[in-house]
C-alpha cells in the first residue's frame, strides 16, 4: 500500500474538521490519518458526521482517547473515499477521491446507472457483485484524478481487483 494523502474538510489554527456524509463511518484510513495529523500539530480533530450516521465504535473510542470529537450535524461539504475491504472486514487500500463536488461530477459522467449507485457515498460493491462492476467500470471513460494524483477509473479497477483476491468488497464513504 502506497502513502496516501488525505483532504480535510477544514483546516484552522486550532482545529482539523473532516466531514464525512455516509450513512455508516467506518474506522477508515483517511480518518485515522486526519486524527494523526491534528494530533501532530497540536490541534483538536472533529469528526463532522450526519445526525443519524452510525459511526464505528473503535473508532469513536480512537478519536475520543486523543481528544477529538465526534459531531453531528447537518453536512454540506464532505471528502469522498474509496477503500477495500477483506471478507472479515479489515480495510485493505484505499484513497480520497477528493472533495463532494468533484465525487458527483465523476458519478454524472458515468454512463451506468449501476455503477453510479455502487458509487454513490454510503455505498458498496459486494463480493458477487465485483466482476460486473470491473466489466462495466472498463466500458467507462472516468477522466478524474483523485489527491493522489491517481487516474481514477484505474485506481477503482486496482481496488476492485484487491478485494475480489481477499473475497471482500468496495466501499464509499
Avoid at 17 to 31: D, F, G, M, S, T
Avoid at 53 to 76: M, N, P, S
Avoid at 92 to 115: F, I, T
Wanted: hydrophobic share 45%; net charge negative.
Amino acid at each position: 500500500m502506497k502513502p496516501r494523502g488525505i483532504l480535510p474538510t477544514y483546516v484552522t489554527e486550532t482545529q482539523v474538521v473532516l466531514c464525512k456524509a455516509a450513512p455508516a463511518i467506518l474506522n477508515a484510513y483517511e480518518i485515522r490519518l486526519a486524527l494523526f495529523m491534528a494530533v501532530q500539530s497540536g490541534r483538536k480533530f472533529i469528526l463532522e458526521v450526519s445526525p443519524k450516521a452510525v459511526v464505528d465504535q473503535a473508532l469513536e473510542a480512537h478519536i475520543r482517547e486523543h481528544d477529538g470529537e465526534v459531531l453531528r450535524t447537518a453536512i454540506k461539504h464532505h471528502s469522498v473515499y474509496v477503500g477495500a475491504i477483506d471478507r472479515e472486514g479489515s480495510e485493505g487500500d484505499g484513497w480520497v477521491a477528493g472533495n463532494s463536488q468533484l465525487w458527483e461530477s465523476v458519478l454524472a459522467g458515468l454512463r451506468s446507472p449501476w455503477l453510479r449507485d455502487r458509487l454513490r457515498v454510503g455505498a458498496s460493491v459486494s463480493t458477487g457483485e465485483l466482476p460486473n462492476f470491473r466489466e462495466l467500470l472498463g466500458a467507462e471513460d472516468i477522466r478524474a484524478r483523485n489527491v493522489d494524483d491517481d487516474d481514477i477509473q484505474q485506481a477503482l479497477l486496482r481496488l476492485a481487483t484487491e478485494a475480489m483476491q481477499v473475497g471482500g468488497s468496495v466501499f464509499v464513504q
